[in-house]
C-alpha cells in the first residue's frame, strides 16, 4: 500500500463533466524531484480527498480499516452479485432480473428483522 500524500495545497480551480462529476485542481508549494516522483506514482489511482482550509485533526481522518478499492459498499454488493449469478444461472436469466430478485430476498428479510 502506498503511504498518505499530505501536503499544504491551493484548491485552484474545478471543471464539470459530463458524467455529473467534477475534476478538481490544487497547487503544491515547490517540491523536490523526490516528492514529485511520489506524486506521479498516484497518477490514475482511485483514493479519497481529505481537504481542509486548515489543518484537520485525527478525527476528520476516515477510518483506516475501510476497504481501499473505491467502491461503495452498494456497489461491492453488486459485483459479488454479479459473481454469484455467473457461477449459478445457467437459465438464460438477465443479471437485471436476478440482481432484483436477490435485492427484494435481501430487503424482505431485514425488513422481517423490524419492530412492528
Do not use: W
Not at 503544491?28 to 524531484?33: A, C, G, K, R, S
Not at 485525527?58 to 461503495?72: L, N, R
Amino acid at each position: 500500500m502506498k503511504p498518505p500524500i499530505e501536503t499544504a495545497a491551493i484548491f485552484t480551480g474545478l471543471t464539470s463533466k459530463v458524467d455529473r462529476s467534477l475534476s478538481l485542481r490544487f497547487t503544491t508549494p515547490e517540491v523536490t524531484p523526490e516528492i514529485a516522483a511520489v506524486y506521479f506514482n498516484y497518477l490514475q489511482t482511485s483514493g479519497y480527498l481529505l481537504f481542509s482550509p486548515n489543518q484537520f485533526s485525527e478525527k476528520d481522518i476516515p477510518d483506516k480499516d475501510a476497504p481501499d478499492d473505491g467502491k461503495s459498499p452498494a456497489t461491492r454488493l453488486r459485483n459479488v452479485l454479479y459473481v454469484l449469478y455467473k457461477q449459478k444461472c445457467e437459465d438464460g436469466s438477465d443479471f437485471e432480473s436476478y440482481y432484483r430478485s436477490q435485492m427484494e430476498r435481501m430487503i424482505e428479510h431485514f425488513k422481517a428483522k423490524l419492530l412492528p
